[in-house]
């Protein structure tokens, strides 16, 4: 089956402690996205790519960084610099950056311990 | 700036029709999309409108006036499943701005 899987679904970290969430997709997507939803919030973009080996700040990038070294796979990393953490984190996929459709993963809840 | 604005909650009873509205000002529009999201899931994709009209599928038909800024979505017959948040979002350059989104009660 073709999708977009998130793991873990729950993440807890520690005071200092970068963290990494997984995100990857079977879609032959090129585009893909990361975004931070707070409870009773939209979704706020963190960071985007639109090919492999490269990608773009969102909104809200401070804290997090990324890598796109195979088209399936779009790792977030949370830095001990993002001092409020704790939130839905989303991962999503599109044909292409300008596609109105996104798929979005499961979601990972990070929180902070 | 890009902005978009819907209302924060809406509630209606089993069976009735209910419209979100959602108005938006941003640079580089595309179109508009409209997205569920049930408690604690993932968002998944309604529809989207990138001229000016009705879009009919199934149920839910939506809504856009590019001139004004404006469009909305419409819930027909409205069922208990169909309770939770929706939000608007506008395609920009190479990405989708969203909405706050609009927590719909569905009541018995």
């Known amino acids: 089956d073709g999708g977009i899987t998130q793991s873990p679904k729950y993440l807890f970290r520690k005071e200092g402690q970068n963290v990494t969430l997984s995100c990857e997709q079977n879609l032959n997507h090129d585009a893909m996205y990361w975004y931070r939803q707070d409870p009773g919030q939209g979704l706020r973009l963190i960071y985007y790519?639109?090919?492999?080996?490269?990608?773009q700040k969102g909104d809200i990038a401070e804290g997090y960084s990324v890598s796109r070294e195979k088209k399936e796979s779009f790792p977030l990393t949370v830095t001990s610099a993002q001092k409020n953490p704790t939130a839905f984190y989303l991962c999503?996929?599109?044909?292409?950056?300008?596609?109105?459709?996104?798929?979005f993963g499961p979601g990972t809840r990070l929180l902070v311990l | 700036g890009q902005s978009l604005e819907q209302p924060s909650e809406v509630t209606a009873v089993e069976g009735a029709i209910v419209q979100i509205n959602c108005t938006y000002q941003t640079s580089g529009f595309y179109g508009l999309s409209w997205y569920q999201q049930h408690d604690g899931g993932a968002p998944t994709f309604l529809s989207y409108?990138?001229?000016?009209g009705l879009e009919e599928t199934g149920r839910f038909s939506s809504f856009l006036s590019r001139s004004d800024s404006y469009g909305y979505l419409l819930l027909q017959e409205l069922q208990m499943k169909d309770s939770a948040s929706y939000f608007c979002a506008v395609s920009a350059t190479n990405k989708l701005i969203f909405g706050t989104g609009t927590l719909l009660a569905v009541q018995p």
């Open positions: 999503a996929s599109s044909t292409s950056g300008t596609e109105e459709t996104q798929y």
């Open positions: 409108n990138a001229l000016d």
């Open positions: 790519s639109q090919i492999v080996n490269d990608f």
